[in-house]
């Protein structure tokens, strides 16, 4: 099987550190994991250098579709790395599916529902606690009423914690608004209740119809000037709603059709399980679990897309992963 690897970041040349550490980390984990496959992978003429060890890469230049309108065909399958942000991973996905090719990963239908947060929430409104949320179009905001508590302002097609913040007045809300507005494709923007606890996420191999819960990881973030930063996490989190965690996670990802492979699934601990978000892709997590699973993960993600789950999963001990100035910094403790 030839498989191309795409990670959107490294792809399109972005030249944001900040944005492009994640993308690369995970990338280098991909091109370990399938080095045994006839695997090649894109890296734009404008991207820093990028060791991809046995597989080949791939440099172009000019408009990434249009470089996969012409030549994804040339492929077996595809394994799509890209956000959610502005549809981005919708419409590559979308292209994959046209060219006639097998996606390594969610479906372009699933896709679309998790790359809008009001869309995710809607579809989970009978299998998940979710957090109250309301819709708020940007032309309505001269009649926002002065906030009494904390709320949260967010994209609804936002990715990671990109244009989040916490606000407690009318006139914090609405700068958040206007960043939002300045970002998003959207006409409108999610105001949701401020929820204390601790940030983690589920990670989850899913075939289609039946999701696998393999961890439970930290989320390292911080409040800074009102913004939400993410700075990295550990795998495994030992909690005590362990168990609750991966039954919300599981039920949130078999509920929505279309998703398959790696799934990460956001959520906050306190006194119970919130969820805050899916994500229809390989997520951040997967540089740290690939090292302490006793299976190949990369090759996972691509069974799980025949239709084929591990009988178990077995996590040997912990990884720490921050973000650098230039590399995401990971320590494996056995």
Same mark, same amino acid.
């Given at each position: ?69 012409? $030549?994804? *065909? ?11 942000? $502005? ?10 599916? /046209? ?26 409104? %009978? ?7 309301? %819709? ?6 001269? #009649? ?5 508590? %904390? ?17 407690? *007045? ?7 608004? #206007? ?37 439970? /990881? ?12 993410? $700075?990295?996490? %550990? ?34 601990? /306190? ?7 899916? $994500?229809?892709?390989? &997520? &951040? ?5 690939? #090292?302490?699973?006793?299976? /190949? ?27 650098? *100035? ?9």
């Amino acid at each position: 099987m030839k498989l191309l690897i795409l990670e959107y970041a490294t792809a399109q040349g972005v030249e944001d550190p900040s944005i492009t550490i994640e993308g690369r980390a995970m990338l280098h984990g991909l091109l370990d994991d399938f080095s045994y496959h006839h695997t090649s992978f894109l890296i734009s003429d404008k991207s820093l250098p990028l060791d991809g060890g046995q597989c080949r890469p791939i440099t172009i230049s000019g408009d990434l579709e249009e470089w996969l309108e012409e $030549n994804i *065909s040339h492929y077996d399958a595809c394994l799509p790395l890209a956000p959610e942000e $502005n549809f981005i991973l919708h419409k590559i996905t979308k292209i994959i599916e /046209n060219q006639g090719l097998e996606v390594v990963g969610s479906l372009s239908n699933g896709v679309m529902i998790c790359s809008n947060k009001l869309d995710t929430y809607q579809a989970l409104t %009978k299998v998940s606690p979710l957090i109250n949320t309301e %819709k708020i179009f940007f032309n309505d905001m001269g #009649k926002l009423p002065e906030l009494t508590e %904390k709320k949260v302002v967010k994209p609804a097609d936002g990715v990671s914690c990109s244009g989040v913040s916490v606000v407690n *007045s009318k006139s914090r809300l609405l700068d958040a608004a #206007k960043q939002i507005q300045s970002i998003t494709n959207l006409p409108f923007f999610l105001l949701q209740d401020y929820v204390e606890g601790t940030s983690a996420s589920v990670s989850l191999l899913s075939d289609g119809k039946t999701a696998l819960p393999m961890s439970l /990881n930290l989320q390292e973030v911080n409040l800074k000037d009102s913004s939400i930063n993410y $700075n990295g996490g %550990k795998v495994p989190l030992e909690h005590p709603l362990f168990f609750e965690a991966f039954s919300v996670a599981k039920k949130a990802v078999e509920s929505i059709k279309g998703l398959q492979g790696h799934v990460g699934v956001d959520i906050i601990l /306190n006194h119970e399980v919130h969820l805050v978000e899916i $994500n229809s892709r390989i &997520t &951040t997590p997967y540089i740290a679990l690939r #090292k302490l699973l006793d299976f /190949n993960l990369g090759r996972a993600i691509l069974d799980a897309t025949h239709g084929i789950l591990p009988d178990t999963v077995q996590i040997e001990g912990e990884a720490l992963f921050s973000k650098g *100035s230039n590399e995401i910094n990971l320590t494996v403790i056995r």
